[in-house]
């Protein structure tokens, strides 16, 4: 089946700094990812949608300022977590859907904010 | 706006037992219903799904049917084996099953099956 990639799987940054998450489709191509949140025993909330050669869609109460989405080819979608703070610390999980329109799952960043 | 309730875990069963991990929902129109399931240290994976009331979904011995009068998507399996350990999320998309539509989540069942 189709696969996706994060990376990095885990990343611990100092506060303010600015973190880069990756999201690629190997063996097929995505015009649409989406990126989620999960904190932990909670559900995976969408943050956004990311298209390809357009500006992202940011679900309500999502900071577009503080969660940079760029969706530069059909294969990789990154999420830049801007200046980040204590609270940003989560498991960020991208997903795409396939050529039957099935959606498949990067296995997930841990974010830790320190 | 749309939500998925489902059981909250942690789940223990001994191998072979009968599996039921419960799953309510609320949405406005008639949405498709998901499980998926995500296996330690890997992504989520589609394990079933049914796009219309009375469906029942299936694969690798698990089931759950789209009940419209109770909107519910219980998920069962008869015997279930170590392997099944994992986390299970009753998912749910408003729009039908395009795949660029929207997920809504549960909260997700860790299932641990003891030999």
């Known amino acids: 089946g189709a696969v996706v990639s994060q990376h990095p799987s885990r990343v611990i940054c100092k506060s303010g700094t600015s973190v880069k998450i990756e999201c690629r489709s190997l063996d097929f191509q995505a015009t649409t990812m989406f990126w989620y949140r999960q904190f932990p025993k909670q559900s995976l909330m969408l943050m956004a949608t990311s298209n390809e050669g357009s500006k992202a869609t940011y679900e309500q109460g999502v900071e577009k300022d503080k969660f940079l989405i760029n969706h530069a080819s059909l294969t990789l979608s990154t999420l830049t977590v801007t200046s980040a703070h204590p609270e940003d610390s989560s498991f960020y999980i991208c997903?795409?859907?396939?050529?039957?329109?099935?959606?498949?799952f990067g296995p997930g960043t841990r974010l830790t904010v320190l | 706006g749309n939500s998925v309730t489902q059981m909250e875990g942690p789940v223990t069963l001994s191998e072979e037992a009968f599996l039921t991990i419960n799953c309510t929902y609320t949405?406005?129109?008639?949405?498709?219903l998901f499980w998926y399931v995500q296996y330690p240290g890997e992504g989520l994976q589609l394990l079933l799904k049914?796009?219309?009331?009375?469906d029942k979904g299936s694969n690798k011995g698990f089931e759950a049917t789209y009940r419209k009068e109770t909107t519910s998507f219980h998920l069962e399996k008869g015997s279930v084996q170590v392997s099944d350990s994992a986390v299970y999320f009753c998912?749910?998309?408003?729009?039908?099953?395009?795949?660029?539509?929207?997920?809504?989540f549960g909260t997700g069942t860790r299932l641990t099956i003891i030999p």
């Open positions: 049914a796009t219309k009331a009375d």
């Open positions: 949405a406005t129109g008639y949405p498709s």
């Open positions: 997903s795409a859907p396939g050529t039957y329109n099935e959606q498949f």
């Open positions: 998912a749910l998309s408003d729009r039908g099953y395009f795949g660029n539509e929207k997920l809504t």
